[in-house]
């Protein structure tokens, strides 16, 4: 994978990622949520100012028989490269959802922006009638049928989902455990034969892990 690829498809931070409700409804008295994550509009912005800078790209929205086409252009040393795709008008807010919709599939289908999301199994969030006291965290659904507010909480990004933590806090969390910046260097070199400075994203999401107890590695 290339440098752009990897910069275009890295993880996203939870606070940019947004659930929603597919459907939802009420069975037997107990309500049911099926959420899925979409990064949002403005996150994906960002990612391609920062790779191909401010004017490094355009898009470009065109209707079709109550489709929006939306044409996403990057600047590379090759010259502009163009991808497009399309979706649907939503019903609040037609054009302008419509264009939100074609902007973030052309961003994961065409450039990858996103894209992990997809492996993402559909998922029913935890959920009940009752409005909780604290809505931090929570969400609402309406069930039409039963007239009846569905209120589901946000669901937890898996760990492969997330972006690694920054070198420096992983390094703290480390030493928070009761562990040496020596011990801390030597299984690096051990399980990868590599220094510090030479870290990439996926050792860090790997000492994640044997932090978390997931990986049962000698330390």
């Given at each position: 994978m290339t440098d752009i690829a990897k910069q275009l498809q890295r993880p996203?931070?939870?606070?940019?990622?947004?659930?929603?409700?597919q459907s939802c409804g009420i069975s037997n008295g107990r309500p049911w949520a099926m959420v899925l994550a979409y990064v949002q509009a403005r996150a994906?912005?960002?990612?391609?100012?920062?790779?191909f800078g401010w004017d490094?790209?355009?898009?470009?929205?065109?209707s079709q028989n109550n489709n929006m086409i939306c044409r996403l252009g990057v600047k590379t040393d090759s010259g502009w490269i163009y991808k497009e795709?399309?979706?649907?008008?939503t019903q609040v807010e037609?054009?302008?959802?419509?264009?939100?919709?074609?902007?973030?599939?052309?961003?994961?289908?065409?450039?990858g922006i996103g894209r992990y999301l997809y492996d993402l199994t559909e998922s029913f969030a935890e959920c009940q009638l009752d409005k909780p006291k604290n809505m931090s965290g929570w969400s609402?659904?309406?069930?039409k049928k039963e007239k009846k507010n569905i209120y589901w909480k946000i669901p937890q990004l898996p760990e492969w989902a997330l972006p690694p933590l920054?070198?420096?806090?992983?390094?703290?969390?480390?030493k928070s455990m009761g562990g040496t910046e020596e011990q801390f260097d030597s299984t690096i070199q051990k399980n990868w034969g590599?220094?510090?400075d030479q870290l990439k994203a996926h050792h860090i999401v790997a000492l994640q892990k044997l932090m978390d107890g997931k990986e049962k590695k000698a330390v």
């Amino acid at each position: 994978m290339t440098d752009i690829a990897k910069q275009l498809q890295r993880p996203f931070p939870p606070e940019e990622i947004e659930f929603r409700v597919q459907s939802c409804g009420i069975s037997n008295g107990r309500p049911w949520a099926m959420v899925l994550a979409y990064v949002q509009a403005r996150a994906i912005q960002r990612r391609l100012d920062e790779v191909f800078g401010w004017d490094g790209w355009t898009d470009e929205y065109r209707s079709q028989n109550n489709n929006m086409i939306c044409r996403l252009g990057v600047k590379t040393d090759s010259g502009w490269i163009y991808k497009e795709n399309g979706a649907s008008e939503t019903q609040v807010e037609a054009f302008k959802g419509g264009i939100s919709a074609a902007f973030k599939r052309v961003a994961a289908s065409g450039y990858g922006i996103g894209r992990y999301l997809y492996d993402l199994t559909e998922s029913f969030a935890e959920c009940q009638l009752d409005k909780p006291k604290n809505m931090s965290g929570w969400s609402k659904a309406y069930d039409k049928k039963e007239k009846k507010n569905i209120y589901w909480k946000i669901p937890q990004l898996p760990e492969w989902a997330l972006p690694p933590l920054p070198i420096e806090d992983v390094i703290e969390r480390w030493k928070s455990m009761g562990g040496t910046e020596e011990q801390f260097d030597s299984t690096i070199q051990k399980n990868w034969g590599i220094n510090r400075d030479q870290l990439k994203a996926h050792h860090i999401v790997a000492l994640q892990k044997l932090m978390d107890g997931k990986e049962k590695k000698a330390v």
